[in-house]
Each structure stands twice: as C-alpha cells, then as structure tokens.
C-alpha cells in the first residue's frame, strides 16, 4: 500500500507540474521526520486544488492522513485517491443537521487518537475555502481541541500563495467552484494545449516547523488569531489570472467583486422575537453582546462561533421558534431571519430507508400492553432493532435507542421538584 501511495504521489506531481510550477520554501523543516513522528500539518486553503499541491509535495515523505471534505468522496473523480489515502470524511458545516455535527466530531477524534497512536495527520484549520484572499479561522474549535488533547504533537505550518484567482477559488467566480466541472474543465485546458505547452501558475509554498513555545496560552480565539497571522503575514492576496491556452484565449480576466451577504428585510422581525435570539446568543457565547456587536451584519465567526456552534445555536433556533432552513446563518441577521420565518424553508428530506423496512419478526400490528407505557416497553424489547421513529434534524431512531433516551429523560425528571414537567 504504502509503494501504491508513493506512485500515486509522484504522478500527482507530474500532472500538476503541467499546470503549476511548485516552488517550496524551507523544506529543510522537515528534516528529521518521517511517517511515524506524530506530526500534524496544517496548511490554508485558498482552493480546491491546494491539498493535491500540498499533498504531492509533503506526502511521500510524511504519508499523512488527510481530513477532506465527504463532498470529493461523491467525485468520481478523487472518490479512488480519497480511499487510497485513507482520508477521513469531514461534512458541509455550513447545513444544519445533527448526523453532520456528529461526523466533524468523530472525525476531530480520530484525528487526535491517530497523533497519540504516531501517526501523522492534515488539517486545514479554517475547515472551508477561503473567500477573500485571506485565511480566517475565526472560532473555529478543531485545531484548538487537537492542540490541547496532543501536547507533544509536532506542528508543521504550511501558508499557499499563487492559487488565489485560479478556476478552483472562490474568487473565480464569487462562488464556491464546481470541483467535477472544474476537474473537467482543467483536463480540457491540458488537452487543448498539446499538454505540455499548458501555461503554468506560479506556486509557493512556505512551510515552517511550529515552536509550540510561541503559541499564546489562551481560549482558542486567542490561539486562532495566532495562525491567522502566520498565514496572512505577507498580506491579503490579490487574485492572479494565467491564460488558459498558450496562444489563444483572453489574456487578463476581471475577477467579480465579492458579493454581500443576501438579508432578509428585518423590519418585521418582532422586538421579543429579537431579544431572545440575541439571549440564545449570549448563553451561547458565555457573555454580553457589545454595543457594536449588535449589527444584522455582525458575523457569527467575529462573536467566536465555529462551523459547530453554528451548527448547533442554528438547530437550537429552528426547535425555539419552529421555522426551518438548509443553510446555516452565518450572521446575526440571518439568525433573526430564520427565527422571523423570512427565510425560504428546506424540503422535507426524503424518509431514511431504514424506515420502510419490514419488522424483524414479521408480526403484524398489535397492542403489548394495557396502557401506553407498558405496550411501548414491551414493543421496544421485541423490535428492539426496528424503526421506531424518524424527523430531518435527527434521522431514523430504532426502539432501543428511544428506549434508552426515555429511561435517561425518567431519571433526570425525577430530580425535579414540581409536580408537573412540560
């Protein structure tokens, strides 16, 4: 496996070497290491194509197991190479769903069992594609845990210049690039100019071994303006264009300018309404909004939120007010838009298959019990590994698992002192 995986590495190399000229900075820090040295990565990413380049330059030597995207697993495309590498799946945090905050975390977990085990990993800290020619990581938890969970882990930053303005970034197009047409697109470009007349893009790649020293000792926003920093030292990147075709085709391309965030009109939004949004973001946050924080524009990842906090103050919004949306807000307009119902609900999700199965025991329907109580336990003990329920947020919940979850809600009302609980 591990000669398959050099292969695999060194025609990523020479493919895109017909596209992109490499150059890395500092290499020498990585003297020393090898597979098996606990060491973490932790490039920027301002494209699609950055883990490939980073990749086929420090992968034959560290072998790491990368943290991608599950969209790349759908790609026929990069769905071998993702198997090949190992990769471990990370969801779209930027949809509300409980399975996807489940799957980041277990993932984040692996991570951190795989550095305490030797093993070497890469991460992209801000866990999603840049938007503005800079890398913000804003409250993003990932790095924070891992950093705190494995101490002794070795820190390998890795800053990308060259990329911002290609086909595979945002700034392309002002929105997030179809990696398959993309891909597609790029296999054209190669083709048409008799492959090796390409016109190349300029890349560097600085990568510098972290004295953990120099990290502050503080919350994880603290620790993550720190990386920010690194990242952004030699300033906001403007977009650069490479002609596609060595003869024909434009020279200079005028990249689209970075459209506002889309908000719902607010004046409707009811001032009880806005009050015990801004209260839910508060509890979430641990402190009081300031003054100036209290703008529709204000940014969920300015107050220090993550993709996972996102995630979680957006379900806990939809179950408060009862308005549903696909999409995660990202600022505390949308947050209210959301609460408001002025945002454009999700289509029910279709009914998971496990839902339609046939009960194990082929019994038909029936009634256990004399009461309500005492026929759903005894239903449970006899299905207990057959769909019992089933909603968008939470998905298909057998008999046992609801079993468990109304033995341990029991338990936690007995230690309430009222005579009634609602």
């Keep these: 496996m591990a000669y398959l995986r050099w292969l695999v590495w060194s025609l990523a190399r020479l493919l895109l070497s017909l596209r992109y000229r490499v150059r890395v900075r500092d290499i020498a820090a990585l003297s020393g290491l090898g ?49 090949l590498l190992d990769a471990l799946r ?29 093993n070497n990993h890469i991460l992209w ?18 790095l924070y845990d891992i950093l705190e969970a494995v101490p002794d882990a070795v820190i390998i930053l890795v800053r990308t210049r060259g990329l911002w303005g290609s086909m ?8 997030l690039p179809n990696l398959t047409g993309r891909l597609l697109g790029g296999l054209g470009t190669l083709l048409g100019n008799f492959v090796f007349l390409t016109p190349r893009r300029d890349i560097t790649l600085t990568v510098e071994r972290l004295d953990r020293s120099h990290l502050p000792r503080g919350n ?38 970075r459209a506002g965030l889309a908000e719902a009109d607010l004046t409707g939004v009811k001032s009880e309404v806005r009050a015990e949004v801004l209260l839910i973001l ?28 996102r995630m979680e103050l957006s379900l806990q919004i939809e179950q408060r007010f009862g308005f549903a949306t696909d999409q995660v807000p990202g600022t505390i307009g949308q947050c209210l838009a959301l609460a408001a119902g002025l945002v454009e609900r999700a289509a029910p999700r279709a009914a998971p298959p496990a839902w339609f199965r046939d009960r194990r025991d082929g019994s038909p329907p029936d009634v256990l019990g004399e009461t309500i109580p005492e026929a759903f336990v005894a239903r449970c003990r006899r299905s207990h590994s057959d769909a019992a329920d089933a909603d968008d947020v939470a998905g298909c919940l057998t008999y046992e698992r609801l079993l468990v979850g109304a033995v341990l809600l029991a338990q936690r009302f007995e230690n309430v002192k009222a005579p009634n609980v609602g």
């Design 125 to 142: 800290p801000s866990g999603r594609l840049q938007r503005g020619g800079v890398e913000i990581l804003g409250g993003a938890r990932a």
């Design 90 to 118: 990370v969801p779209d945090m930027e949809s509300a769903s409980s399975a996807a905050r489940q799957t980041a975390e277990s993932s984040v977990r692996a991570i951190i069992d795989g550095l305490k085990a030797g």
């Design 35 to 83: 597979r098996r040295d606990k060491v973490l990565i932790l490039p920027n990413h301002p494209a699609y194509t950055d883990p490939m380049i980073v990749l086929s330059q420090l992968g034959p030597r560290l072998q790491p197991r990368p943290l991608v995207f599950e969209g790349t697993f759908d790609n026929f495309l990069m769905w071998p190479f993702m198997i």
């Design 282 to 309: 508060e509890e979430k946050i641990k402190r009081p909004l300031a003054e100036d924080q209290l703008s529709p524009e204000t940014t969920l990842d300015a107050l220090g939120l993550d993709s996972l906090d």
């Design 220 to 257: 994880r926003n603290e620790v993550n303006a720190f990386f920010e920093r690194w990242y952004n030292a030699e300033g906001p990147e403007s977009p650069s264009y490479v002609p596609y075709h060595f003869a024909f085709g434009p020279r200079t391309y005028d990249y689209p300018k």
């Design 168 to 175: 595979f970034s945002f700034a392309y197009t002002g929105r």
